[in-house]
């Protein structure tokens, strides 16, 4: 099994609709991320959060929301989908030591179309 | 400015070919620098990474920073159509309160 896993994969959904996508992780990290990739553009970070009691805005927060429900669970909110939130979304985790590179573990994807 | 930039390409060489990534970055505090690797429809896995300036060799593949000129590079040797994807580079401070900055991906087909 997959030790990142998001559902939904794909999503299509309409202008206004609320959306959440999920993120569960079986690899025991603390630190948990949500990024959107568009073409041109690259890997953008939504939000992060690096325990179960912390969460910080990314660079790209506005018009999302998260909820970090337990360790392993993380999830992304769009509250009013708007067509250019568009985008393949990617949930990550990381579990920092001190001299690490904090490398992150990415799930699969959910490619989201509003319309 | 983004702390970390990377050229997107796309790159286009042939089977066998010796390939030259390369990203730029303006954070002298950076630390750490990795290149990740992305398959169509997959998300990115960690392919190197480097601590400091230097070199570091994994079979076809050499990471390079250079921190004098804030310089990072992935060369790839013998290139194969199986290495054809988006090679994203990373870097990150030390220490515990700072999370990773990605280039913008430069996407990489080997031709048969």
């Known amino acids: 099994d997959a030790d990142v896993t998001q559902t939904p994969r794909n999503r299509i959904t309409k202008t206004g609709k609320r959306i959440m996508l999920e993120c569960s992780q079986t690899?025991?990290?603390?630190?948990m991320y949500w990024y959107r990739q568009d073409p041109g553009l690259g890997l953008r970070l939504i939000y992060y959060?690096?325990?179960?009691?912390?969460?910080n805005k990314g660079e790209i927060s506005d018009g999302y929301s998260v909820s970090r429900q337990a360790q392993a669970k993380f999830s992304l909110s769009l509250e009013s989908a708007i067509p250019n939130q568009t985008a393949l979304y990617f949930c990550?985790?990381?579990?920092?030591?001190?001299?690490?590179?904090?490398?992150?573990?990415f799930g699969p994807g959910t490619r989201l179309t509003v319309l | 400015q983004k702390e970390v930039e990377q050229d997107p390409g796309p790159l286009s060489v042939p089977e066998g070919a010796i390939v030259s990534l390369n990203c730029t970055y303006s954070?002298?505090?950076?630390?750490?620098f990795m290149w990740y690797r992305q398959y169509s429809r997959k998300g990115p896995e960690l392919l190197m990474y480097?601590?400091?300036?230097g070199n570091k060799e994994d079979g076809r593949f050499t990471a390079q920073v250079d921190k004098s000129s804030k310089y990072i590079s992935l060369f790839i040797r013998d290139s194969q159509p199986s290495d054809s994807a988006t090679y994203l580079c990373?870097?990150?401070?030390?220490?515990?309160?700072?999370?990773?900055?990605f280039g913008k991906g430069t996407l990489l087909t080997v031709n048969p």
């Open positions: 954070n002298s505090a950076f630390q750490y």
């Open positions: 480097t601590y400091s300036s």
């Open positions: 959060s690096f325990d179960v009691k912390d969460i």
């Open positions: 990550a985790t990381s579990d920092y030591m001190a001299g690490s590179t904090d490398t992150q573990y």
């Open positions: 690899k025991g990290h603390d630190r």
């Open positions: 990373a870097s990150r401070r030390g220490g515990s309160n700072y999370k990773l900055t």
